[in-house]
């Protein structure tokens, strides 16, 4: 028996009502924001990653999904969104595009070779955002407002976003330099990757997952500590917008993210809920204002955020999230060979027509076609047997009222349209017959 890949996993059809309803509000509340979608393949040339994340990254050193195809060139599973975006931005010239500013969102599978646990696997689905365009610290508070919004559209509603600033060139250029001589005495203490860090980028030694509490790290001094007084004052107004907003946010002086190409705002987004525990970031971002460039393109300012979805439906779970409700309008039950024509002519008029049904195509008895009825939480049931047929009648029941009503067959579809018009206590959200989650 064959078996899935270690650290991937199916999505069976009981679970994929969670991902729809996820899914959905991420689309809605992009939307609101007037982000477009972009889908760019799952497959890049490995040298994009090493521009782009770094080659000093945990993810491009250690994590990536490498392979050299029949033609000789290394190819990458994607392990991150920006880049490819990035790069499909560039080559079909959004940049020159009549709107200034481009405002994407994605939703898709990405790859990285690191240990599974729970909420986090070797593929994965991420959403992200991405703005070109415009250096304003509007944008920066805009992207900020839009992961805390798709939080809100989910009811989570404790989360704390925590705020930093790296500043541009000169910034980082002083602050890389007054790290190096604070880290050079004790170098040794640290981790092997933290001491080959030192030599080619000081500054992810901050983001290490091994000696974050070591005294020397502890004590290191902090970008924002040498941020010129353009790079404090684009922060000072992110700071301001947010509180316009009222955005509650945390600044955290040893916030640095984990890729290379940030600059100036760097960001995460916590979710204080009791299935996540001390493992509580599920949203981080930033500003990149010279990765296009880096990349082949024109000198573009971008900002963006990417959320784990495994990692936030992981979350949902604290608050009962049960996704999109699965039911039928009509279940159709064909008693005996000769109706099947017949039987098979309504169902298929009524799915064209924009209803949800189904049959038995099992031909079981009674008792199995009733189960059916309740595991597909259908809210009518029409039986057509020989008498039917011989009358041109069909017999409908309605699950929800209980009443049970003979009309023609050729008035199927019209009449479980008319009764599901009808006013009643259905769910005005999600269209279900009653919906706690939408507390209607």
Not at 251 to 260: H, M, S
Request: glycine share 6%.
């Amino acid at each position: 028996m064959y078996q899935k890949m270690k650290g991937t996993y199916d999505v069976l059809p009981t679970e994929s009502g969670k991902w729809h309803a996820l899914e959905k509000a991420i689309r809605n509340v992009s939307k609101l924001y007037n982000y477009k979608e972009i889908r760019t393949p799952i497959i890049e040339y490995t040298e994009l990653f090493h521009r782009s994340v770094g080659e000093s990254t945990d993810i491009v050193s250690k994590e990536t999904y490498d392979f050299i195809d029949r033609g000789k060139r290394s190819n990458t599973l994607r392990p991150e969104g920006t880049a490819g975006v990035v790069r499909s931005y560039i080559e079909n010239k959004l940049y020159a595009d009549k709107l200034p500013v481009q405002k994407v969102y994605y939703v898709g599978p990405m790859f990285r070779y690191e240990r599974p646990q729970k909420g986090r696997y070797r593929q994965f689905m991420q959403f992200g955002a991405e703005a070109f365009g415009s250096s304003s610290p509007q944008l920066d508070a805009e992207i900020i407002a839009y992961a805390v919004s798709v939080l809100k559209a989910l009811k989570i509603k404790d989360v704390t976003v925590r705020l930093n600033s790296l500043g541009d060139h000169d910034s980082k250029a002083a602050y890389k330099d007054a790290l190096m001589v604070h880290l050079k005495p004790s170098i040794t203490e640290l981790c092997h990757d933290c001491q080959t860090r030192y030599e080619t980028n000081p500054l992810r030694i901050l983001d290490c997952k091994i000696d974050n509490n070591h005294p020397v790290l502890v004590e290191a001094p902090k970008p924002m500590d040498y941020l010129t007084e353009e790079d404090a004052n684009h922060f000072d107004a992110v700071c301001d917008y947010l509180d316009a907003m009222n955005i509650d946010y945390v600044i955290d002086k040893n916030l640095v993210r984990g890729l290379d190409y940030y600059t100036h705002t760097v960001f995460e987004v916590e979710a204080h809920l009791e299935t996540l525990g001390a493992q509580n970031v599920i949203c981080g971002g930033g500003r990149y204002d010279h990765l296009v460039k880096s990349l082949g393109g024109p000198e573009v300012p971008g900002v963006g955020f990417a959320f784990g979805l495994e990692r936030l439906l992981f979350a949902l779970e604290s608050i009962q999230f049960k996704g999109d409700p699965q039911y039928l309008h009509l279940f159709l039950m064909i008693l005996g060979e000769e109706q099947k024509a017949d039987g098979m002519a309504m169902l298929n008029r009524c799915r064209l027509g924009g209803l949800f049904a189904d049959i038995d195509f099992m031909d079981r008895g009674m008792k199995g076609k009733w189960k059916q009825v309740e595991h597909h939480n259908a809210r009518f049931v029409a039986i057509y047997g020989a008498n039917e047929k011989a009358n041109n009648k069909i017999n409908i029941k309605d699950q929800q009222s209980g009443e049970e009503v003979t009309i023609s067959k050729h008035q199927l579809y019209n009449h479980i349209v008319a009764e599901l018009m009808k006013p009643s206590h259905a769910c005005t959200s999600c269209e279900a017959d009653s919906c706690d989650d939408c507390e209607e």
